[in-house]
Nanobody
Framework: QVQLVESGGGLVQPGGSLRLSCAAS????????MGWYRQALENQRELVAS???????TLSASVKGRFTISRDNANNTVYLQMNSLKSEDTAVYYC??????????????WGQGTQVTVSS
């Protein structure tokens, strides 16, 4: 079993910054892509950013230039640095990881979510 634990959410004013962290633990042979998704009220969950095990990052158009994704492979952790936050960034942010947990077992895991609220 694998657990993803997120931290770093909260309330911030427009234009401010937050840094989200997500640490994976459990029976882990390897972690492939890791990513951050978000879901605002009445909206579908959407991909914000993803990063491969080799460090190649992909960001959605809505956050490009403001958000940065990075990872620490030694500690099975992924980060999302969010700058110049806007009210439309308000959502629950979920961490996702593609994990190999055995010789042939590979599965996608989700964190519990962390609330980010951008408001004055």
């Amino acid at each position: 079993q694998v657990q993803l634990v997120e931290s770093g959410g909260g309330l911030v004013q427009p234009g401010g910054s937050l840094r989200l962290s997500c640490a994976a633990s459990g029976t882990i042979f390897a972690i492939y892509a890791m990513g951050w998704y978000r879901q605002a009220l009445e909206n579908q969950r959407e991909l914000v950013a993803s990063i491969s095990s080799g460090g190649k990052a992909t960001l959605s158009a809505s956050v490009k230039g403001r958000f940065t994704i990075s990872r620490d492979n030694a500690n099975n952790t992924v980060y999302l640095q969010m700058n110049s936050l806007k009210s439309e960034d308000t959502a629950v942010y979920y961490c996702n990881a593609d994990v190999r947990t055995g010789w042939i077992t590979r599965q996608s895991y989700w964190g519990q979510g962390t609330q980010v609220t951008v408001s004055s």
